[in-house]
């Protein structure tokens, strides 16, 4: 165990449980590593007590390189900066995301460098399984660092998961060591967090929208993040542009820049925050704002935020939060709804 993990547990067991969000959070963001120890800072998730890069590569996207070769030579130069949070999902590009990430990870060792995580898009027992067997097989690996449950985005999700067998598949994954730790993720209402975390297993790690427009919406960072710091539960930062039609939109509309919304991003009470690289130029981009990232002081934060202020509230920028079209495939025919 080291220090800061020590540190943190301590904290914790003298009573850090009783204070404020605000000080957790504020200890979250003081303990992370400098980039000279690690390549790029790092942050422990949660009561996992693992380190992890404050930047996390984004499955999706990297699915999404055409050049295949470009794909792995991103992944492969992403490790050797200490860009070591490898993100994906079983239904990534059908499953090409998984592929790709496997055979790059499979390369000069790359595996045992990379704590990867994918998510699971079942909610029963028999297609838990499955879904995990995939992903191994895709992966080529003999285990998971972090296996989280996928789009929890309708109200009857957390229940699905307990009643239909879906956390039983989990825990016995974990006991067979093809998981390490469990989790899940959403974007769509805080409050399918909140019902979530409130069921009765101590989750891992939560994954969620952490940008500077959703302070003002349906806020993840207001509602969810303060629970998840009680409980320690490692948090996942996503859609750091606020994501939706088109990438970016933030940038086009307020003026602002990638690096300061990730800044805003990285000085919330996130473990590590999930970024979109499709180019080698995004990757160096992104290496460099993590290596000379400086918390944003509350007056900054507050300043940024009210850049955005007038048009957030209305969730016009984001809409995953208050639309079907942004909920994947899998899930929209797995509660019966149409998909176009």
Known sequence: MDHNESSRRQFMKSG?????????????????????????????????????????????????????????????????????FFDNAWDYHDGHSEEIMGTALQQDNKRAKVFLMTKNCNRDYAGSMKHLEDSLRRLKTDHLDLWQFHEMVYDNDPDWVFDKGGLKAALEARKQGKVRFIGFTGHKDPSIHLKMLAKPYPWDSAQMPVNVVDHYYRSFQQQVIPVCLKKNVGVIGMKGLAGGHPQGRLIEKFGLTAVDCYRYCLSQAVSTQVVGITSMAQLKEDVALARSFKPMTAAEQQAFRDKVKDEAGDGRHELFKSSKTYDGPYHRRQHGFEVG
């Open 16 to 84: 850090g449980a009783r204070l404020s969000a605000a000080a957790l959070a504020s200890q979250i963001i003081a303990e992370t590593t400098s980039a000279a120890e690690t390549g790029i800072p790092q942050r422990t998730l949660g009561r996992t007590g693992q380190k992890v890069a404050v930047l996390c590569l984004g499955g999706w996207h990297i699915g999404a390189v055409k050049d295949h070769k470009e794909a792995i030579r991103i992944m492969h130069a992403a490790v050797d900066e200490g860009l070591t």
